[in-house]
Every structure is written in structure tokens, then in C-alpha cells.
């Protein structure tokens, strides 16, 4: 049995309803928008500001540490001085009295200044408690803008994700059915124009969504559907008005499938 010829028309239609697929695939990543990018650019925001919070915490701890380490160095400062004084009452002359002296003097500069670090370190520990608070209040803020933006994702992604999969499915499939050339062509114009229309029905006598008038005998010859033309303002495929109205009734019951 011969092989049944493919004709120009078939040609057409394979290629139309493939544009309808893909329009079909546009409009539910359009409802889609922005929202993926969104999501994506406040979850790497969180992540910077824990980084940001790690960092302010660990200086904090450090802070604290550095108060901790001079207190006791306060401490051992006092015993010391004590030490000393007990000492005094023991002395024998005035160089070990004055030797003495001099060392309790020590202890009290080494007291005065561990007590202005103290001071230096609370001042940091208070600067980055304030840090702490503010990258907390930017978090709970992002995150609660982030909960919102993933629910309202994720309710458009369960409403569009199952007839979206099966369409780029059928794009697929319907490619598979096209000669390469056209498939590759089509593809070519589609990513050149802005609305992703690579085939466009005549409609008022000019291509669908172009201001450019056809001339009658062109149009003749898109509606004779005998060869593949294509419009030379925008360069996209044009097919007649009575194929596209077909066309897309015939897909609309295939899209009412894919719900």
C-alpha cells in the first residue's frame, strides 16, 4: 500500500496546531509571571541575611567572651592587690615598700583598663545585639513574603502543572510529525517575536496582529494552500482564516482534555 503523500496543507495544519500548543504552553507560564523568579530571588535574600546573622551572632559571643576574659582578669587583679597589702605589713625597708606599692599600682591600671574594655566590648555587644534584632525583623518579614508568594505558586502550579506537562507532551509529539526544516524554521521565528507567534491567520486582509495590508492575489494563494508563504513585513507563516478557525476548534477539545 503507497504511502499517503503529505501534502502542503497537511503541512499547515500540523504546523498550526503545533502554535497552538505552544501559545496554549505561553499563556499558563504567563499566569505563572514573575512569581518562580520571585520566590528564587527571596529565598537567596534569606539565605544572605542568616549569613549576615551567623556573623553578627559570633561577633556577639566574642564580645561577651572578651567580658568574660576581662572580669576575670579583673579578679585576679584584686586577689593580687590583696596579696600585696598583706604584704605591707610585713616589709623590712623602704625599697620593698616601694617595690610593693608599685605593684599594687600595677594591679590597679590593669583593673582600670580591663574595666574600660569591659566598657568598649558592652558598647560592640550592645551594637550588635541592635544587628541581631534588625536582620530578625528583615527575616520574619521575608520569610512571611516568601510563605505567601510559595502558596500562591504552589496553587498555580497545582491548577496548570498537570495540563502544562501533558501539552509540552503533545508539542513534542506533534513536532515528531513535521519535517524537520519547518519544525526548525517555525522555531527560528517563534523565538524572534515577542508574543511567540510564528503562524498567524489572515484576518481583515492583513497577517493576524500586523497593520501591513496582503495584496489580494497573495492571499489567493495562502487560502489555495498549496505552497507555505510567508508574510514579508514580519516574517511569519501565514495560513488562511477558514484553516485557523478549524484548527483551533479542533484543538480546543484537545486542550479541554489536558484540565
Known sequence: MAKKEITVEDKLRSLFDLQLIDSRIDEIRSVRGELPLEVEDLEVEIEALKKRLDTFQMEFDEFQNQIANEKNNIEVAKEEEKKYEAKLKNVRNNREYNSIQKEQEFQKLEIELSEKKIKEFQIKSEQSTSDIEEINLKLDE?????????????????????????????????????????????????NSVKNGLAIVPVERGAAGGSYFSIPPQTQMEIASRQKIIMDEHSGRILVDEVLAYEQREKMLSIFKKTK
Open 142 to 190: 521575608r520569610n512571611t513574603h516568601l510563605d505567601a508568594k510559595n502558596d500562591e505558586l504552589n496553587s498555580i502550579m497545582n491548577e496548570t502543572e498537570k495540563e502544562e506537562k501533558l501539552l509540552i507532551k503533545k508539542s513534542s509529539e506533534y513536532s515528531k510529525n513535521i519535517e524537520e526544516h519547518l519544525v526548525n524554521t517555525y522555531q527560528k521565528i517563534r
